[in-house]
């Protein structure tokens, strides 16, 4: 059991799997905003981009409900810089997906992903004051969003080869 939790020294089984997942899944959704159209990975990424991002939802509440369980025995951030950077991705990670659901709704649209009814559609009008900011922040937010994930990747590469804290052997379970 011990080995699933995160220790003080590096995160566990599950913390890496919930990481790596949603990473992987990261991948996936930005192919599905970047694949020109007519290429032959948009037969394969082509209409999963809602699903992909309810999926990411649903771990990032996974994620943040094993970080808060597993609190007292994590790996302490390396720096306050750090932590508030996990915690902006932690909230990218919610918001991003929870603007794109709340502009779904509005626009009264059923939506279904993975054989399942999340939002049944409706034919009252559509609630613009929903559609509209959630159109604005969407995008731009998962822009920034890819901004951020390429930097933290980048800060884990370059703790480790500074040689100060090896914060990527944290992750990859070394």
């Known amino acids: 059991m011990s080995n699933l939790q995160d220790s003080a020294q590096r995160y566990g089984a599950v913390s890496r799997l919930l990481h790596w997942a949603m990473a992987a899944l990261l991948v996936w959704q930005y192919l599905t905003v970047i694949v020109p159209e007519g290429h032959f990975l948009e037969s394969i990424v082509g209409g999963t981009h809602k699903a992909t991002g309810l ?11 094993w970080a ?3 609190s007292s025995r994590r790996p302490a951030p390396v720096s306050v810089l750090a932590r508030f ?4 991705l932690y909230g990218l990670l919610f918001v991003i997906p929870f603007v794109a659901l709340l502009r779904q709704y509005g626009s009264g649209r ?10 049944p559609g409706f034919s009252d009008g559509k609630i613009e004051w929903m559609i509209a900011p959630a159109s604005l922040l969407h995008g731009n937010l998962g822009w920034l969003l890819l901004f951020m994930v390429i930097g933290h990747a980048a800060m884990a590469f370059i703790h480790r080869r500074q040689g100060g804290e090896d ?3 944290r992750m990859i379970g070394r």
């Open 110 to 119: 059923e939506f279904v992903a993975f054989g399942m009814t999340i939002m």
């Open 167 to 169: 914060v990527l052997a």
């Open 85 to 88: 950077g996990h915690l902006a």
């Open 68 to 70: 808060l369980y597993n």
């Open 55 to 65: 999926l990411l939802m649903v771990l990032v509440v996974i994620r943040l409900l």
